[in-house]
């Protein structure tokens, strides 16, 4: 065999396995074909114990996914997958991640087998062009995705992937980098932040199991307001905001999947709010559904 055609076959083998899954993807996207836009939700996760547990808040997130059309498919932004660079989870199978420590057994016994979608995380990294966009087949679901779809769906019948956080983007990078998701909203994915807008885990106050600090109250109340007005730049600057925000959002890793919800928003588009409640002194419960 010549060079020329060395290098040829050699490029086949690189292409083939890519040419397949962009022909799935293609299948799979004219199968669904066009929807009405889907809504988009913030989900206030809390503990991972609200997995298991049939509370207020577990019963908020099973309304919700009773009220919510049937998706073909889930794309999760969760405040547990945190990376350099931006990701998509590409595995067929993904696995049930227990990522926290010092619960019962019965959370650890927990397993959310929904499928995943590798054609969608290959049309997820293709649409999204504000950064490159890897494809990850070692991550799987974290419980800020599993712990709150499990009560939206819980026949785990329904591909979910998650797109991770990358650590060295802005808070405005994040938002423009969540507006294009838009084209999936009307291919029927419905696309969940999963965090908190206050989470403050260092000075929780385990005699406050139903109320909050005067600070954590007001920095919920007032992103509710912004968010309602539409006031996206207040909440993309939230650091600016002063000490109240401080002390709420000490890292933002729970508030930015906030922002890829808020990204989403198309204009005069619905918000509304559910779980508005903020417990421990420093953690919101508050969620979000536009649409």
Not at 82 to 106: L, N, S
Not at 171 to 188: C, I, N, S, T, V
Request: proline share 6%; glycine share 8%.
């Amino acid at each position: 065999m010549n060079r020329r055609k060395f290098l040829l076959s050699s490029l086949a083998l690189l292409i083939t396995p890519y040419a397949i899954k962009v022909n799935a993807l293609q299948n799979i996207v004219s199968h669904w074909g066009n929807t009405p836009s889907m809504p988009v939700l913030f989900l206030g996760h809390g503990s991972p114990m609200n997995a298991i547990e049939l509370n207020e808040f577990s019963r908020g997130w099973q309304q919700i996914g009773k009220s919510l059309p049937v998706p073909n498919a889930i794309l999760c932004v969760s405040a547990h997958w945190e990376t350099r660079g931006t990701f998509v989870t590409a595995t067929e199978k993904p696995r049930t991640i227990h990522d926290f420590g010092g619960f019962p057994q019965a959370l650890f016994d927990v397993q959310y087998p929904a499928p995943g979608s590798p054609e969608l995380a290959i049309e997820t990294s293709k649409i999204i062009t504000h950064t490159n966009v890897g494809l990850d087949e070692r991550w799987g679901l974290d419980h800020g995705a599993w712990s709150v779809i499990r009560h939206l769906y819980p026949n785990a019948d329904i591909p979910v992937i998650q797109l991770s956080l990358d650590y060295g983007k802005s808070p405005r990078e994040h938002y423009e980098l969540a507006a294009g998701l838009a084209a999936l909203r009307k291919k029927g994915v419905l696309i969940i932040g999963s965090g908190n807008i206050v989470h403050n885990l260092r000075i929780i106050d385990w005699k406050k199991p139903d109320s909050g600090y005067d600070w954590a109250v007001e920095t919920d109340s007032k992103m509710r307001q912004w968010i309602a007005e539409g006031n996206h730049q207040a909440l993309i600057d939230y650091k600016k905001a002063g000490k109240a925000f401080e002390q709420s959002v000490p890292t933002p890793e729970h508030y930015l999947p906030l922002l890829y919800t808020l990204g989403l928003q198309e204009k005069n588009e619905d918000v509304s709010f559910f779980n508005t409640k903020t417990i421990m002194g420093s953690i919101s419960m508050t969620s979000v559904k536009i649409g």
